[in-house]
Nanobody, 120 residues
Framework: QVQLVESGGGLVQAGGSLRLSCAASGRTFSSGSMGWFRQAPGKEREFIARITWIGGNTYYANSVKGRFTISRDSAKNTLYLQMNTLKPDDTAVYYC?????????????WGQGTQVTVSS
């Protein structure tokens, strides 16, 4: 099974930027995809973005489109989320996840999460 570990969270002011990383180990990401999710206090977990491991096709939630960029480094088995123009509503625990199918299906491998706090 794929094991995922997020890092890079922290405290930033509104309008600032932050880059999250997700280191993956275990199963080779030959044809699947990886995604970023977040969960704010008292709210449900929310999809943010995903990228296919092969080809790098990306898809974003409307709430982050134009501000966040998902990317991956295949050689390093690492997923990234560049977050720009951060807003207080972006405050949440951010999780990376993996799935075997590139475009659909459940994300069944999850990291432990990293806290992102955006002050106003």
């Amino acid at each position: 099974q794929v094991q995922l570990v997020e890092s890079g969270g922290g405290l930033v002011q509104a309008g600032g930027s932050l880059r999250l990383s997700c280191a993956a180990s275990g199963r080779t990401f030959s044809s699947g995809s990886m995604g970023w999710f977040r969960q704010a206090p008292g709210k449900e977990r929310e999809f943010i973005a995903r990228i296919t491991w092969i080809g790098g096709n990306t898809y974003y939630a409307n709430s982050v489109k134009g501000r966040f960029t998902i990317s991956r480094d295949s050689a390093k088995n690492t997923l990234y989320l560049q977050m720009n123009t951060l807003k207080p509503d972006d405050t949440a625990v951010y999780y990376c996840a993996a799935r075997r199918n590139p475009l659909t299906g459940p994300y069944d491998r999850w990291g432990q999460g990293t806290q992102v706090t955006v002050s106003s």
